[in-house]
Nanobody, 128 residues
Framework: QVQLVESGGGLVQAGGSLRLSCVGSGRTFSTYAMGWFRQAPGKERECVARISSSGGWTAYEDSVKGRFTISRTNAKNTLYLQMNSLEPEDTAVYYC?????????????????????WGQGTQVTVSS
């Protein structure tokens, strides 16, 4: 089991940057594939980016490709999401999620239903 706590959200102007962090508890953080998801008001939770447990494999949704970077430091039990060139459409609550049972190169699903553990979320608001 792992507990996840996100931080780093806030209010930023369009074109600005934010770096989200997600700290996991326990010694098994490095065994989980991870993902960042977001949910805007009235919309379904959507995948933003995914990373394998080793950190060597990543995937991004088209809407954030080239602007966002997912990374992790297993020695610090921490997942990151660097967000650059932010747009008002990026406004949402951002969640990190953990998926167990995958190989070190495996990426979790884009489907949020398939993740095992979730953080409480952090609000990102981008003003125009």
């Amino acid at each position: 089991q792992v507990q996840l706590v996100e931080s780093g959200g806030g209010l930023v102007q369009a074109g600005g940057s934010l770096r989200l962090s997600c700290v996991g508890s326990g010694r098994t953080f490095s065994t989980y594939a991870m993902g960042w998801f977001r949910q805007a008001p009235g919309k379904e939770r959507e995948c933003v980016a995914r990373i394998s447990s080793s950190g060597g494999w990543t995937a991004y949704e088209d809407s954030v490709k080239g602007r966002f970077t997912i990374s992790r430091t297993n020695a610090k039990n921490t997942l990151y999401l660097q967000m650059n060139s932010l747009e008002p459409e990026d406004t949402a609550v951002y969640y990190c999620a953990a998926k167990s049972g995958l190989a070190t190169y495996g990426l979790g699903s884009r489907n949020f239903h398939e993740y095992d553990y979730w953080g409480q979320g952090t609000q990102v608001t981008v003003s125009s």
